[in-house]
């Protein structure tokens, strides 16, 4: 019996998956204390391929009373589940505190992050670190392939540049512009809901474990910044060969092996070469950056807004300079981050400028854009942000004319996602059309709640409501693999997601990662030596808990932002 293991809510759905080979409908019984509160038979949804499984649906939306349950069928019982108004009250603190723990550039302290999670400074000049104080481009040639290509086509620059701090991007030591950037965007965008839903105070300065508590800022923004103070350090600088585009990442020269904490990192560092997504990307959400920081510091508003015409500018000078796939290298030290398609984040970055300043310079070249379709079934990533774009451009208040249009469309997409959530017996709306889950699948599916509840916002209207509820019910339980896939939440959380610094399977000195961290989810590539065993698997069964399976239990920061996105709607 699959069941959110965290639970539900006394006003939300309450549904649950059996696996059963049995045709016809079974009985049920819940109960609370050893006593049967509810009962009731289950729907036969027969083979569900996505899951490899004969499974039936168990609907309880009728009992609303607070307590702790457990479902029987068939002979199965269930995991014990709460049903609770405030399930969902610790995961939003739990979710961006993860954040804090990636930082670079700075001592991490246990007192906020936890005990045993302290740790030392990463790459602030310090032996053994090389440090990202004064990082150098990466020498020509240094991107060869062993058939002699230069992905870089001979680039490097004479110059270094300070690009401390930041986010480690997951489970590595590199630090890249293009993931750093979707994870911004839905950090601010967050506070931006609440701003609208007037729950901001629960995001408000002191409600978040950071360092910066009690400056009068709100917590979530002052760890926006720390990733945007880096963004900006990471620009061309004037009088040098592409001058005001953005390195795409600054990364080891090579992969260090596991597990290895960042101010133990011998690794030279280098900058990689510009390319227009990472220059894109600062431009959105530079413009997104000093819509939301305005009233907190108008300074560093201004300076954003500056930064952020500048890089649009930029890139439209250099509209294909492309970051290549390195991962066709002997040894990169990093992940690629390639992008083919630079249309969504053109549009991504006019959005995010006509939002903040208005003009109508901004608002023409969005209406011009050609990218389509900006829905998605697999949802939407750091690879795909018109999606994310279109959310911002329905929900932001402007004076665009084609506003109701556009809000249209998001309530369209979100009527998509529930039909195909009503075709999966686990709940989820996540129904990619190759039938392939692909890497960062929860992630994914995390994005497509951030749809759905978008159309709640536009309509008011509680069906897309309980469509994120159940969606989330997949991420805690109730899957395949009956696993929760956020740590700390649920009776089989996993808790060893690749990471050279949470590293506790590897070396039990270590920690875990921190409570509220998601894994990136089945991935049907399977392409780590790891999961390479499960290669052919029904696609929810491509995962495992094991910290060397990098291709389906990493975590990272853009998949962690979108569970945080989620918190706070589920927060309120």
Not at 382 to 399: D, G, M
Not at 449 to 478: C, K, N, Q, S
Request: include cysteine; glycine fraction near 10%; charged fraction near 20%.
């Amino acid at each position: 019996m699959r069941v959110n293991q965290v639970g539900y809510l006394p006003d939300g759905p309450k549904a649950a998956t059996l696996v059963t080979d049995a045709t016809d409908p079974v009985p049920w019984r819940l109960r609370r204390d050893g006593v049967v509160v509810a009962e009731g038979e289950s729907q036969p949804r027969g083979h569900d391929p996505s899951a490899g499984l004969d499974v039936h649906v168990v609907r309880f939306d009728a009992v609303r009373e607070a307590g702790c349950f457990v479902l029987e069928a068939d002979g199965a019982t269930s995991d014990p589940f709460a049903i609770d108004e405030g399930l969902y009250d610790d995961l939003r603190g739990d979710s961006l505190v993860v954040f804090y723990g990636q930082r670079s550039g700075i001592a991490i302290d246990e007192a906020l992050l936890g005990p045993g999670y302290g740790r030392a400074a990463g790459h602030v000049d310090v032996a053994p670190n090389r440090g990202d104080g004064a990082v150098p481009c990466l020498p020509a040639g240094h991107a060869t392939t062993a058939d002699g290509v230069d992905l870089y086509d001979g680039w490097t620059g004479g110059y270094a540049l300070d690009v401390t701090g930041g986010w480690y991007d997951a489970g590595d030591q590199g630090k890249y512009v293009v993931n750093g950037g979707i994870a911004v965007a839905q950090l601010l965008g967050l506070y931006e809901r609440a701003l609208r839903a007037g729950t901001a105070d629960a995001l408000g300065d002191g409600s978040l474990r950071v360092p910066e508590r009690g400056n009068g800022v709100p917590d979530v923004l002052d760890e926006a910044r720390w990733e945007l103070d880096w963004m900006l350090r990471m620009r061309v600088p004037a009088g040098e060969r592409y001058a005001g585009l953005v390195h795409h990442k600054v990364s080891d020269e090579r992969w260090v092996g596991l597990p290895m904490l960042p101010a133990d990192d011998p690794q030279p560092r280098y900058l990689h070469r510009p390319s227009t997504a990472a220059t894109l990307n600062l431009a959105a959400v530079a413009a997104q950056g000093a819509r939301v920081l305005a009233p907190h510091d108008e300074a560093f508003a201004t300076l954003l807004r500056t930064a952020a015409r500048d890089a649009y500018d930029a890139a439209q000078e250099h509209p294909v300079l492309l970051a290549p796939d390195t991962n066709v290298l002997a040894n990169a030290g990093s992940g690629p981050y390639d992008d083919a398609d630079l249309d969504d984040d053109f549009l991504w970055a006019a959005t995010e400028l006509y939002l903040t300043t208005g003009d109508e310079r901004y608002a023409a070249d969005l209406r011009a854009n050609p990218y389509a379709p900006v829905f998605r079934p697999e949802g939407f990533d750091w690879n795909h942000v018109a999606a994310w774009s279109r959310l911002q451009l329905a929900t932001v208040a402007s004076p665009l004319p084609e506003r109701d249009a556009v809000r249209a469309s998001v309530v369209q997409a979100a009527d998509a996602l529930v039909d195909q959530q009503a075709t999966q017996p686990f709940g989820h709306p996540y129904v990619p059309t190759t039938g392939r889950y692909d890497w960062g699948s929860n992630g994914l599916l995390l994005n497509n709640l951030a749809v759905l509840a978008a159309a709640h916002e536009i309509t008011g209207d509680p069906t897309y409501r309980d469509a994120v509820l159940e969606g989330v019910d997949y991420l805690f339980g109730r899957n395949a693999l009956g696993v929760s896939y956020v740590t700390g939440y649920g009776t089989r959380d996993v808790r060893n997601q690749h990471s050279r610094w949470y590293s506790h399977q590897l070396d039990p000195a270590l920690p875990h990662p921190p409570r509220g961290t998601v894994s990136g989810g089945p991935n049907s590539d399977c392409p780590d030596p790891v999961s390479a065993a499960l290669a052919g698997s029904p696609a929810q069964r491509c995962f495992v808990d094991d910290i060397g399976a990098y291709g389906v239990n990493e975590m990272t920061i853009n998949w962690n932002s979108a569970l945080a996105w989620v918190a706070s709607y589920l927060g309120g």
